[in-house]
């Protein structure tokens, strides 16, 4: 039995990064003076810019949440009624969802035992005459093999996105991943490494995308006599646009913690039979959104549940993320997983990930308190 | 030719009410000290309680906007996916698009000339054996005629939904607007009197609809093992649910004043020829959102346009609405207008409403500025 030293508080897998109370003061005198408290305010329109330089996309929309820029850019493909998109189970419920509230049917597809991003070899088996788009998920800092599916796409005339929620910031050959496919849609939400509380963006390498999406985020209005689509309500408010200005100076102090903590976990833990640190990706320059590990129960001789437990009795609240995946969800639960292997590795994988805390809160201590779990 | 007096500012139709800046402050240190931004927050869950009573409904669910509230409230009631809901076209877009994104078919029906809601006649005349609900609309604080709509539902077997935006506080002889029907769906954007930046809610008077709908607003996770529905991402944070806990108190003043403003315009207008001042109905309490008039161009010698023009040259900025209405949206426009009369009368009047300023910032001599454009 391992002998875990007191912890001191509560640890979570992420901690909200908050730029300093007084740093916020003259926004709130501002929008308080001006009375601009959304629909495109000033702050809003600052920020659009600024993250459109960061991502380095001619074209980078604002939204409430990464859920509405999904749903608005599956929608602005136009793609057929009741069509197939391709997607992998491994992914956050709002991905399957964004699909299905698109009047689209989402198609499952298995992940690379790698990388747990979407197997483009998967992709191809899933594909029939009803397939209008591919929906991949970069997962916890792991890039899709974005060559191979972009592949897939063209040959067979397919729109392919991102849900890039877990990627904001990372690079493949010091290439932006926004600017891959047809679009990527990012979440600001609280528990992302840059976030406005809620939030979300799509970004994309056209800039002739910019009108229709900014009209499907604001119902469709194109002027004051003109309603051309069926849009939705997608607008960020200035209160939230100023944090994101506040915090996007601050993610790359945030970024280097993580990396420490990051060489630091696998240091410790990448000598462990049955537990599988995260690989760097040749080329990658890794978001830092998560740090995940995958047990093997056979090797490691305890299960991912037992550890996750184990360490929660000690106040340590890692995440089995993700879990359920689409496929145990209700509405998805008949949805077949096409897979290139006789089974799917998702299935297998289901039941071993787990993000460990991974945040600037996280102290060497900590670390070591946590990675105590592993030694026998 | 009308002498306008110099206008020291630009009136617009609404202006947003804010709390004193510093009795936001505790609120930002709370935040600041627990880090909790979202997912559910104590000042989310105090603002739903409180909203709760002051509605008198005993579901009271916010939501990030009143849009994705309606995209909530009506895939609550698992409507057949095609079936038909009928609404009034003399409504903000996203009534209209919520029942799209859900997958159901929009059958727009004609408004009663006294009040501008939809006409109960009408409805009956769109019902076909596809149609699953009605989504009625309170509209600038008329009060639909409840209780036919209630008649027409229970005969027919039909859903029943009030988009309650402008309709925030309304009572009807004491009693709530926000218990009638299966849900009633509020906005709190920025223009309207009680307000969070963006927002929404849905209130029910049946308790058991509260789980159903969190689960929706929240991806369908009902727990962290299951996801039940094809939810979306509803949720409030706690910059925002403070901003409604602040502004909860303030509205009664608010109310009031605007109370005193209806008045001093009815005062001013109701005699001018071919301009029609909206009518107190019957038992209603008013909500005070909108102050509307109905120009008829024939009696009052004048456009709506012309009107609307001649007041933005003097700064004052009315509101054409809702100008357009649905039907003459690009996604519906094929769409027929069932009426019980010959030509629908919103095709009439949808060139006639203008909404004046209407808010605590308007002053006695700006009302009597804003009349003199009345005068001949």
Known sequence: MRVPSEMPRPLYVTQPLLPELPDFLPFLASIWQTKVLTNGGPYHNRLERELGGFLDVPSAMLFNNGTTALLVALKMLNLPAESEVITTPLTFAATAHAITWNSLRPVFADVDPETLTIDPAAVEKAITNKTSAILAVHVYGNICDVISLQDIASKYGLHLIYDAAHAFGATLNNRSVAGFGDASVFSFHATKLFHTFEGGLIATSRKRDKDPIYFLRNFGIKNED?????????????????????????IEGERALRSNLRRRYCEL???????????????????????????????????????????????????KYFHPICTDFEPYRRFEIHSARHDPYVNTVKSQVLCLPFHSGVEEEDVNDICAEFYG
Chains 1, 2 share one sequence.
């Open 226 to 250: 003109e309603v051309v689509s069926v849009g939705i309500n997608g607008k960020v408010n200035e209160l939230q646009a100023a944090i994101g200005l506040l915090n996007l100076p601050l």
């Open 269 to 319: 833990l990448t000598s462990v039979p049955g537990v599988r640190v995260p690989q760097p990706q040749p080329g990658v320059l890794n978001s830092e959104q998560y740090f995940h590990l995958v047990i093997d129960p056979t090797s490691f001789g305890r299960t991912r549940d037992d550890v996750y437990d184990s360490l929660k009795q000690r106040g340590i609240f890692s995440r």
